[in-house]
């Protein structure tokens, strides 16, 4: 044991110097990029992708806040891009480096937040929509394309228990202003107010608030209804179908609308190594590294390159490429001012304190 | 061997049962034939294999086997002299400063040490990581140590120093032997929080560092597969064996002075 | 005689870990207190220390919300209420465990304390999974109660996403460290003085309660703190497997860093917490000392 640590110690401070290669620091969502596209990356530029991950785009806001350094690529969620351009945390992209910007569809360009993609560059998107087991929804005869039956008591009463919703105050209540018919972005308290009525109704039918493991309770059976991501839900489904489950899980996209999430690469100002960052993105921006990606996990890709690289059943489900009908009632939700996160809060609170 | 009541065994039988019926099902289902976390579909191998091809996952593990050791060693020594010291000489500061990081709410920690730690400009990694847990485990240690210590028997600690034994020889040879078991009871404790640990490691740890947890977190959502059941098992399987080991090296450190 | 030795022998042994946790606690914590007089940034963090006017800007505003709007102060108490219920049932299930473990013989003492310690260096998340398939709908435990509670005509109850799932967990979780410092406190109790008991026409429950217990209290104390102030913070348990009903101030504490940026105010309800748990602890030991029942007063009041 005396001499145990000691040992232990020295591999530990010795580790750092070990890793001498040229190292890219990419910091992702877990499973949100094909380990053959990382590895075909590190064959090309003779580098190691060193990946570290955070499961919420606010774990990494507040840890940039308090300062931390050292990644070069990480891949935030518009909102939170917006957030982390008005802060100052990003380095601007030298465009002349990524060629393969072109394949991107224009209309993900050029964004209210960051006009002319000087700091950011589309890379996938989810929905936040409804899943659902469709042999229990069938036998109960709900809809499954609106808001009403995570929203409606008529609804809800034949699932109580077996319904859970994401917990997350922008998502929910995004959901519930959609329901209502306003925007997913209205920030006039009083249809707030309004939103929080439409969810303390429907609250005691609902199993949990939860955003970790209603998946995985979806997939098993015990849940029959989520308010959930889209890709989160394809994923639900194929380890259903590797179970050998008696159903399917489906993606059900309400026609009152629903949150867009783009997630942009983007890269950290003070990145140690903004060369090779410039060569990921642009690698991941060639069509088909970016439709690996949609192949694997369900996402949806803006990418105009990737089509032809596409599974043909994934291009054909509306749930990951909508159809202009549905993508006219898509929002990205807009990061809300200090004041407005506060009364958010306060109501969010209430609603989960039972008052 | 005295006869125990019935009622203790059994009391203490539904304890242990307590505590290992989750322990059995994750490590029955490390080899479970699903992706899925959830229901048992058939037997394999299959997770334990993808486990050794993981290199990730395997570096994780050992990071958090790595800082456990490090974290729990040092606070195991800070904490028993504070334990040792509180008990002596009760100091409210140092009181309240064992007990407030037990206290405090861990993402008010993990924030305040990321921001003291960059505006000191120290790199982050293992060794940042290390320090935090440190600094939550060394309480867990003195708290313990210290009650072990109420009612001790002062006067063995003055017969020895009247015979002319040292402070230092008084507390290795009398003292140290005395509490072993507090210290042994919070070194356990300091390294169970330190293999467990998330958010502050989550906050402290540099743009390349991953532990175990850090690892397993990030996969909340979908991929909690039984590949993290195998890593739990093995890890469990590994701790326990340099337990027994480093216990059969120097029987001294875990022996007890009751009979 | 008092040593001269002993004066600095106070520094010596608590100097380190003194100055470790000044450098290391004291001083982090101490921006964050700071941090709780601030306002919040405009986009996450804390706005500048000293703004544009250069005026200092530090206020109240954040403390004078946690005390107008009182949703904060009823969770604060909901957490209270399961931290305390956690304490005592961690109590009554750790205390035959750890009695047997310090009277076990020398060569077992240490494996089955290592027994009790072992599945918790599994990863916590996959021990909450775990109870989510023993308390899911579909397992055996849930179908049994609700089989039982169907002969009596009463709705199907869900374990799972409940109050009862936290407080299972909450309990599972705190366990061995309420054992720990219980086996620690009872191996030392000198054996001689229950058979002495015995000896005089004590019965078993006379001796638990008049020796066992009372020398024990220390070891009681410091497991009761050690399972009822992190109870107090905890938040990811609610977060996995808690119901519509079961967000506790550690999850509100979170939102405040996460979602809502609001760092200030995260801070003074994570100082409130933190204050309250410390002026609990010094109440209990307070009572402690007050009341600690000892063979020796007991003696004394039947004299």
């Given at each position: ?355 | ?154 006067d063995l600690i003055e017969a020895a120093r009247d015979c002319g034994a040292t402070p230092w020889k008084a507390f290795r040879h009398i003292t140290l032997p005395l509490i072993m078991p507090g210290v042994i009871a919070g070194a356990l404790m300091a390294f169970t929080l330190s293999i467990d640990d998330f958010v502050i490691t989550f906050f402290t740890a540099g743009a390349g560092t991953v532990t175990l947890p850090l690892q397993i977190y990030s996969m909340i959502k979908i991929a909690v597969t039984p590949e993290v059941n195998a890593v739990s098992t093995l890890l469990m399987l590994l701790t326990l064996a340099l337990i027994i080991i480093a216990s059969r090296l120097s029987p001294s450190l875990f022996q007890t002075?009751?009979? | ?303």
């Amino acid at each position: 044991m005396k001499r145990l640590v000691p040992l232990l110690l020295s591999l530990v401070i010795a580790a750092p110097a070990l890793a001498a290669k040229d190292q890219l620091h990419f910091y992702n969502w877990n499973n949100y990029i094909a380990p053959e596209t990382v590895k075909r990356f590190e064959d090309l530029c003779k580098c190691e992708v060193v990946q570290t991950y955070y499961s919420d785009n606010e774990e990494l806001l507040a840890k940039l806040a308090a300062g931390a350094k050292g990644y070069d690529v990480m891949v935030p969620t518009s909102n939170a891009v917006e957030a982390l351009i008005k802060g100052g945390q990003l380095m601007p992209i030298d465009k002349s480096k990524l060629p393969n910007l072109k394949n991107i569809n224009p209309i993900y360009m050029n964004t209210p937040f960051d006009p002319g993609n000087k700091y950011s560059v589309p890379y996938a998107m989810s929905t936040t929509i409804i899943g659902y087991n469709d042999v229990k929804i069938k036998e109960l005869g709900l809809p499954t394309d609106t808001w009403a039956v995570v929203f409606d008591p008529k609804y809800l009463e034949k699932i109580k228990g077996r319904i859970t919703v994401l917990d997350s105050a922008n998502e929910l209540f995004a959901a519930a202003l959609k329901y209502l018919g306003y925007s997913a972005n209205d920030v006039d308290p009083k249809h707030w107010n309004e939103a929080v009525a439409v969810i303390k109704k429907a609250k005691p039918y609902w199993a949990a608030f939860n955003a970790s493991s209603y998946i995985k309770e979806l997939t098993v059976g015990n849940i029959w209804l989520v308010h959930g991501y889209s890709n989160d839900i394809f994923q639900a489904n194929q380890d259903a179908q590797a179970a050998g489950r008696p159903f399917h899980i489906l993606q059900g996209m309400p026609k009152e609308g629903a949150v867009l999430a783009v997630d942009n690469m983007v890269i950290q100002k003070g990145a140690p190594r903004p060369d090779l960052a410039l060569m990921f993105m642009n690698y991941l921006l060639e069509g088909k590294n970016s439709a690996e990606l949609t192949n694997l996990i369900g996402s949806g890709n803006p990418n105009m390159e990737a089509i032809k690289y596409i599974k043909p059943e994934l291009l054909k489900n509306p749930a990951i490429f909508p159809d202009k009908a549905v993508e006219a009632k898509l929002e990205q939700l807009k990061d809300l001012t200090g004041p407005q996160r506060r009364l958010r809060s306060k109501l969010w609170t209430e609603i989960k304190a039972g008052r | 061997m005295r006869r125990r009541p019935l009622g203790l065994w059994l009391a203490a039988a539904a304890g242990y049962a307590f505590l290992y019926i989750p322990l059995v099902i994750v490590v029955v289902y490390s080899f479970n034939d699903s992706r899925l976390n959830a229901e048992w579909v058939g037997f394999t191998l299959g997770w334990y294999d993808k486990l050794f091809h993981d290199d990730d996952m395997l570096v994780a593990a050992g990071n958090s086997l790595a800082i456990g050791l490090v974290a729990s060693a040092v606070s195991t020594v800070l904490g028993t002299m504070a334990g040792v010291a509180l008990y002596r000489h009760p100091m409210r500061l140092l009181s309240g400063l064992v007990l407030a990081p037990i206290a405090i709410p861990e993402i008010l920690m993990g924030v305040s040490l990321l921001i003291f730690f960059v505006l000191l400009n120290f790199t982050l990694g293992l060794v940042s990581v290390a320090l935090a847990h440190i600094t939550f485990c060394i309480g867990f240690v003195a708290i313990v140590v210290r009650a072990r210590l109420a009612g001790m028997d002062e006067d063995l600690i003055e017969a020895a120093r009247d015979c002319g034994a040292t402070p230092w020889k008084a507390f290795r040879h009398i003292t140290l032997p005395l509490i072993m078991p507090g210290v042994i009871a919070g070194a356990l404790m300091a390294f169970t929080l330190s293999i467990d640990d998330f958010v502050i490691t989550f906050f402290t740890a540099g743009a390349g560092t991953v532990t175990l947890p850090l690892q397993i977190y990030s996969m909340i959502k979908i991929a909690v597969t039984p590949e993290v059941n195998a890593v739990s098992t093995l890890l469990m399987l590994l701790t326990l064996a340099l337990i027994i080991i480093a216990s059969r090296l120097s029987p001294s450190l875990f022996q007890t002075d009751r009979e | 005689m008092a040593r001269p030795t002993k004066r600095w022998g106070k520094w010596l042994v608590g100097g380190p870990p003194l100055v470790y946790l000044l450098v290391f606690f004291a001083a982090p914590t101490l921006i964050m207190v700071l941090a709780s007089f601030r306002t919040p940034g405009d986009f996450g963090g804390l706005a500048p220390l000293v703004d544009s006017a250069g005026k200092l800007d530090l206020n109240l505003d954040s403390y004078a919300r946690f005390f107008t709007e009182s949703v904060y102060a009823e969770i604060f108490l909901k957490s209270v209420g399961y931290a305390l219920l956690t304490t005592l049932f961690c109590l009554t299930l750790a205390y035959p465990l750890a009695v047997l473990i310090a009277r076990a013989g020398k060569q077992y003492r240490n494996l089955l304390l290592l027994l009790v310690i072992l599945p918790f260096w599994s990863n916590f998340l996959i021990r909450i999974y775990a109870w989510m398939i023993i308390l899911g709908p579909q397992a055996a435990l849930a179908r049994g109660v609700n089989g039982v509670l169907a002969a009596f005509g009463h709705e199907p109850v869900p374990l799972l996403f409940s109050s009862f799932a936290v407080l299972v967990c909450l309990v599972y979780v705190h366990l061995p460290f309420m054992v720990l410092p219980l086996y620690a406190n009872l191996e030392k109790h000198d054996q001689s003085l229950l058979d002495a008991a015995q000896d005089l026409g004590a019965n078993r429950w006379q001796r638990f309660w008049r020796i066992t217990f009372p020398l024990s209290l220390p070891g009681v104390y410091a497991g009761a703190a050690l399972v009822f102030i992190p109870a107090l913070g905890i938040f990811a348990i609610p977060d996995i497997l808690g119901g519509p009903d079961d967000s506790l101030i550690g999850n509100v504490i979170k939102q405040q860093f996460l979602e809502t940026r609001d760092w200030p105010f995260g801070s003074v309800l994570s100082i409130v917490l933190t204050v309250a748990a410390l002026v609990l602890a010094a109440l209990a030991a307070w009572v402690g000392r007050r009341n600690l029942v000892t063979p020796s007063s007991v003696e004394a009041s039947r004299a």
